[in-house]
């Protein structure tokens, strides 16, 4: 009885019933879409982040003190200590090695530069690093990765020097003062500390390379002249060496707990810890991977970047939430109306000897319906929806969660009900006889 | 009599007409916060971002390039000057930074002169152990890069014999900076000491300025700046205004869009509610037509009543959105955000345009036959 009177109504009168479900769909359908988008949020815009380039810096840990100005080191060749370049690829076997995104290798080496081979000197910084490296990793693959990953607000006219190549780059500085220089044109480098032991035993006076671009960087870089890390090894007589490492990785905003000191953890904080991508545990995988290195946040990008993303995330929780208390409310307002339509039928019912409870009962089962169907195609359309937004927002889609489902449905079922308790409380309270003429 | 049609019809379906305000009034002002978000987000977001560091470069133009010694400088005061005479709000710090490579303790090491007092809103990321800045008396103080402490064994309190050339100066330590850059290996000092231990009193090697706004407001003020100082180069850090830009772009791209879907949520209530209310008059209408009213007339008479209904929502819920967005400020960024008086029209006007959208089915209601309206009767 209570089964067929739930099917005729939805037989009888599918137009109203299919306001409701729109207004749910819909309503899910956003509820989806946002939770989905909050959930990624946070990793997409960490991911966003490494705009600002490398969070972490590696340098030999019994070094001298470096003569460093805005990124670059003008100490020179034979002084202070260097790490090797083989043992690289072990950053990616680390324990977080997939929020390693990427890391650059420099060595600075002071030169001069000479645009013919008779031509006076001028001096100036060689600054050695990776363009686009297939860096071997210990497992048998091999990861790419170079300065367009560390330091990708480097702009280059013309195009990078290959790996390997006797090919440079320019600052844009130094291309304004040595105006002869131009893409296409051989310059000759030798190490500034010419005529010293090194520069006696393995390099040739002057090392010609072809200049292939001009890059700006808008900072100590753009006065120096950019070639690949075997040129700088070369040149300094280090081969296989190298003296800076930036790395950029994805982390988690800090917080208190990832500031405490690691030693003073308890076993389990400390797997907690080990277990987060804080940046502070990511550094010290590093240390562990690649002992005799000193690894340091670089405080400016790290802060800039937890701060904002908390504070983001926050606001996005937030707006989400809001999203689905107004999602609800209007869900609720049109069941409420779909209900209020019904006044004759409840009155109908009652004057045929239905209590309140099997009236309240008909109605809540309608209603749970449409919220199950209502929900399982807002969620669909929901999932569609965040894939759309997610690639115009984040220029990548924004994958459906299923564990959103039960959620959605929950809510669904929750808004349907509160919806039309109201409107029910006050049928409970009318009597028949008004209904049925029509007062 | 249009007027008094109007005001019976609003007062003759209160119930359902108080549902359709709700979903209006939520819808606006979750809205209206939203809208308030997005005007002031990029504001908000700016000051964010400072935690970056300087955004501002002015050095000489073609500075040479040189290992050990500050090679081109430029004049102190003329860059003072021009700072001074193009006022900004928005420029947080301002700092010149003399460079020299001098030794302590027989090792080189960079010395960094600056305006101490500046460092810290400067660089706000920088982390100190002891002090910015002791009691003036002490002049001859200065802050020491971690890698420095580490490598001379330097605490906070203990003193520091910086060297150059032939002159020599007794410093004490203040505070040890750790940003993990190149600041880590650099000793900070005031600006006169750096000036007199390389003898070139008055002299800078560069200037930095933290400045926040847009990257369009920034590079505005750059310009205005380029123009004060035409003998140097002034260039915002592409690093830092890059990756503002985008970030800021996406993040309002979301607000945005989030604005829409509720838009169209609530539309759809508003459908419901008048395609329900719409069947019920469906007598009245007949009754209206009967009587001679044209078409035109009765449709109008609905859509002023749900134009009455969206600003009525819009007034209600543009009112809750200014609370609602200064404690999502409050949450957010500890600081409310800043209500505009745009936003108050703008959300009515939006909402008076979603209740008539919801309302266009109502068009429906001119099919209506007076004879079989009364006939089911």
Redesign the interface.
């Known amino acids: 009885m209570f089964g067929r009177l739930v099917k005729e109504s939805f037989v009888r009168n599918p137009r109203r019933k299919l ?2 479900a ?2 749910l769909v ?2 899910m359908a ?1 509820a989806t ?2 939770l989905t ?1 909050a959930l990624e ?1 946070g990793d997409r ?1 960490a991911r ?2 490494r ?3 490398a969070n972490l ?1 590696v340098t030999p840990q019994s070094d ?8 670059v080191d ?2 020179p060749v034979d002084e202070g200590a260097y790490l090797s370049e083989a043992d690289l690829g072990k950053l990616k076997t680390i324990f977080w090695r997939h929020n390693v995104l990427g890391f650059t290798p420099f060595l600075d080496v ?1 030169i001069s530069i000479q645009q013919s081979e008779n031509a006076a000197p001028a ?3 060689l600054i050695g690093t990776w363009n686009a490296r297939e860096v071997p990793v210990p497992d048998g693959t091999t990861f790419k990765t170079g300065v367009s990953i560390t ?1 990708p ?1 480097w ?1 280059i006219r013309g195009r990078w020097f290959r790996d390997g190549a006797n090919e440079c780059v320019i600052g844009a ?2 291309a ?2 040595m105006p002869g220089i131009i893409p296409g044109k051989v310059i000759y480098v030798s190490n ?1 500390t010419a005529g010293n032991s090194v520069q006696d035993r393995s390099t040739p006076k002057a090392m010609p390379l072809e200049v292939v671009g001009i890059v ?4 100590a870089e753009d ?2 002249v950019l070639a690949p890390l075997e040129i700088a090894q070369k040149l300094s007589g280090h081969p296989g060496m190298f003296r800076q490492l930036f790395v950029s990785a994805l982390t988690k905003p800090a917080d208190a707990f990832s500031e405490r000191d690691p030693l003073k953890m308890t076993p389990t904080e400390y797997d907690r810890w080990f277990c987060s991508p804080y940046i502070s545990s990511i550094a010290f995988q590093i240390k562990t991977i690649l002992p005799g290195t000193e690894v ?9 970047e937890g ?2 993303l908390s ?2 995330s ?3 929780w ?2 989400t939430l ?2 689905l ?3 609800a ?3 609720a ?2 069941s ?3 209900v ?2 019904r006044r004759g039928e409840v009155g109908v019912m009652k004057a045929l000897g239905a209590t309140n409870t099997l009236v309240a009962g008909i109605f809540l089962a309608e209603q749970l319906l449409l919220a199950i169907a209502g929900a399982s195609m807002g969620f669909v359309l929901g999932a569609v ?1 965040a894939r759309s ?1 997610g690639s ?3 220029g990548m889609p924004a994958s459906p969660r299923l564990i959103l489902f039960p959620v959605v449905l929950g809510l669904a079922a929750i808004v349907a009900f509160t919806g039309s308790l109201i409107p029910l409380r006050r049928a409970a309270r009318f009597s028949p006889a008004p209904i049925l003429r029509g007062e | 009599m249009f007027w008094r049609l109007l005001w019976k019809l609003l007062r003759g379906s209160g ?2 007409l108080a ?2 305000i ?2 209006l009034a ?2 606006a ?2 809205v209206s ?2 809208l308030n ?1 997005e005007f002031d987000i990029e504001r908000k ?1 700016t000051q ?2 400072r ?3 300087a955004n501002l ?1 002015i050095s000489p133009r ?7 010694s500050p090679a081109e400088v430029m004049s102190e005061s003329e860059v003072s000057a021009a700072i001074q005479s193009v006022k900004d709000p928005n420029v947080i710090a301002v700092a010149p930074f003399l ?1 020299v ?1 001098g030794s302590t303790q027989n ?4 010395v960094a002169g600056t305006d101490l007092e500046e460092l810290p809103k400067l ?5 100190i152990e002891g002090q910015w800045k002791l009691s003036p008396a002490q002049q001859t103080m200065c802050l020491v890069g971690r ?2 402490a580490q ?2 064994k330097l605490a906070v309190g203990s003193s520091l014999n910086l060297t150059y050339l032939k002159q020599n100066v007794q410093l004490k330590v203040a505070g040890i900076i ?5 600041e ?3 000793v900070f000092v005031e600006l006169p000491e750096a000036q007199d231990l390389a003898s070139i009193p008055g002299q800078i090697s560069f200037a930095q300025l933290s400045v926040s706004g847009t990257t369009a407001g920034i590079s505005h003020y750059a310009a205005r700046l380029a123009s004060a100082l035409p003998a140097y180069d002034v ?6 205004t ?2 503002e830009g ?2 800021l772009s ?2 309002r ?3 945005v ?2 604005i829409v ?2 838009s ?3 539309a ?2 508003v ?3 008048m ?2 209310l719409a ?2 008059r469906r007598q009245d209408v007949g009754l209206m037509k009967a009587l001679g009213g044209s078409i035109g007339r009765i449709v109008t008479l609905f859509m002023a009543e749900v134009g009455v209904l969206g600003a009525a929502g819009g007034f209600i819920g543009a009112i809750l959105g200014v609370e ?1 967005s200064r404690w ?1 400020g409050q ?3 500890g600081q409310a955000i800043s209500s505009r008086w745009e936003i108050f029209p703008l959300t009515i006007i939006l909402m008076v345009a979603i209740a008539l959208a919801g309302a266009l089915p109502l068009r429906l209601l001119g099919k209506v036959k007076p004879a079989i309206i009364f006939r089911e009767q």
């Open positions: 306001l409701t729109a207004a819909v309503g956003v879409s946002t988008i949020v815009l966003e982040f705009s600002l380039g810096l001298t003190l470096p003569v460093e100005i805005g990124g003008y100490r002071p001096r100036t910084m330091h607000w702009k500085a130094l304004k003062m500034e700006s960087t808008d900072d006065k120096a340091r946040t670089i405080r400016r990008v790290a802060d800039t701060n904002i504070r983001v926050t606001l996005l937030i707006v809001t999203a208390i107004a999602a409310l209007a869900v307002a049109t409420a109306t779909t209020l339509e929806l937004l115009s927002i984040f | 119930g359902r549902v359709a709700l979903a939520s819808c002002m979750v916060a939203l978000l977001l964010e971002f935690t970056l560091g470069l073609n500075a040479q390039i040189t290992g050990s460079y490579v090792t080189p090491v960079v660089e706000p990321a920088w982390r890698k420095v490598q001379l750790d940003g993990g850059g190149a880590d290996s650099q260039k915002p850090i592409r690093q830092i890059e990756a985008d970030l996406r993040i791209l979301l607000i869009s989030m879907l509720i169209v949520l609530t759809l209530c459908l419901g509610t395609a329900a069947m019920e609602l999502m949450r957010v960024f």
